[in-house]
């Protein structure tokens, strides 16, 4: 096999620094953006007998204390508002907030805490409910911030990779004015519109909010971090995965020509392997999941990535774990930062 070096010469023009973002001591103050709102600033969440109540409620108190929304959580079943814990060990986020919209108004909104993470004895009860009301907030209508935006609990990430927290556990009062404005103490309930059978292009549509367990801040983070990390071509992509009634299990499945290994199991060169993204269309279902930008065949990627442990892998954080090549130069599909070969050796 080539040397890594002339191997990495193939894989673009060398660049000298990586454009990364890095996480400042100072925190940034931005407002999140919004998504769209309630018919009504009054709602109950309904929590699953399974589910962590005592994080669900805490995490609806520290919205409902602090701004116009009103939202309490008890125990209980209702498909419209609906907190549910699971576990699962083949992704990276420890919370995650599905939902649906009909011309800008939330219609129900499915939310969950990871216990693959939760229960991690780093998640103390604070951080339990820190997560928790990171989806709430999703789930009011509030969008991710970006991650250099670390005053705000829709910061994407719950911790860095040296096991700090990388956002606040309860609103900022920039999060607070967002939410006030969607829903003003005067607000006067609104009749939703009767919902249509499908969407625009027959399509029902649901969105997908994922609260990412750790923030990499570079390369070098990612590689270590991965179980494998190649270079490849998208041999093809589309192919769909789901269990049904389960949001979080839509994926979407391409093939991978592996081109070269940079860390992981050398047998995998010159192979194809299959890489799962969240989201995709699934017949009359479309799922959109927010920083998860579904491949295109033929694109030139570096992928930094985790086994799944069914012969499959997925990028990690999603499009965190994706370069394209672009211009001769490999880009990170979520910052746009530029791939750092040097900082790449032979793991």
């Known amino acids: 096999m080539r040397n890594n070096q002339h191997r990495l010469g193939t894989m673009a023009i060398a660049v000298a620094t990586s454009l990364t973002l890095l996480l400042g001591s100072t925190p940034m103050f931005a407002a999140p953006t919004s998504f769209g709102k309630w018919a009504s600033r009054t709602q ?3 929590v699953s007998s399974s589910a962590d109540l005592s994080a669900w409620s805490s995490g609806a108190s520290k919205w409902k204390n ?3 929304f009103q939202v309490t959580a008890k125990l209980g079943v209702d498909a419209t508002y609906y907190a ?6 083949n992704v990276d986020w420890d919370g995650n907030a599905s939902y649906s919209t009909l011309s800008g108004t939330i219609t129900k909104a499915t939310l969950n805490l990871n216990t693959y993470f939760t229960n991690q004895t ?7 409910a820190g997560v928790a009301a990171h989806e709430i907030g999703h789930s009011l209508g509030l969008n991710h911030t970006s ?11 719950t911790f860095t990779s040296t096991g700090s927290l990388n956002r606040p556990l309860s609103p900022a009062s920039s999060d607070i004015s967002v939410v006030n404005g969607l829903y003003p103490a005067f607000f006067m309930n609104e009749t939703p519109e009767e919902e249509p ?4 292009e027959g399509k029902e549509v649901i969105h997908m909010h994922p609260s990412w367990a750790v923030y990499y ?18 041999a093809e992509s589309g192919q769909s995965f789901f269990r049904q009634d389960d949001a979080t299990s839509y994926a979407t499945l391409s093939q991978i020509d592996v081109l070269d290994v940079v860390k992981g199991d050398a047998a995998q060169a010159d192979s194809s392997i299959t890489v799962t993204q969240m989201g995709g269309d699934f017949g009359n279902l479309k799922v959109y999941a927010d920083g998860s930008t579904l491949l295109n065949q033929e694109q030139d990627v570096v992928l930094f990535l985790r086994d799944n442990g069914d012969g499959t892998y997925r990028p990690i954080n999603q499009d965190d774990g994706i370069y394209v090549s672009t211009g001769g130069v490999f880009q990170n599909i979520s910052n746009a930062s530029s791939l750092n070969f040097s900082s790449l050796t032979k793991r």
């Open 197 to 200: 059978a499908a969407g625009a």
């Open 84 to 89: 549910t814990d699971l576990y699962n060990a």
């Open 44 to 46: 109950t969440l309904s």
């Open 66 to 68: 602090s701004s116009n």
């Open 147 to 157: 991650v250099v935006e670390t005053s705000s609990i829709m910061n994407p990430y």
């Open 122 to 128: 780093k998640y103390t009860s604070s951080i339990k």
């Open 217 to 234: 801040a570079n390369e070098g983070e990612l590689a270590a971090a991965a179980d494998l990390v190649i270079r490849g071509k998208v």
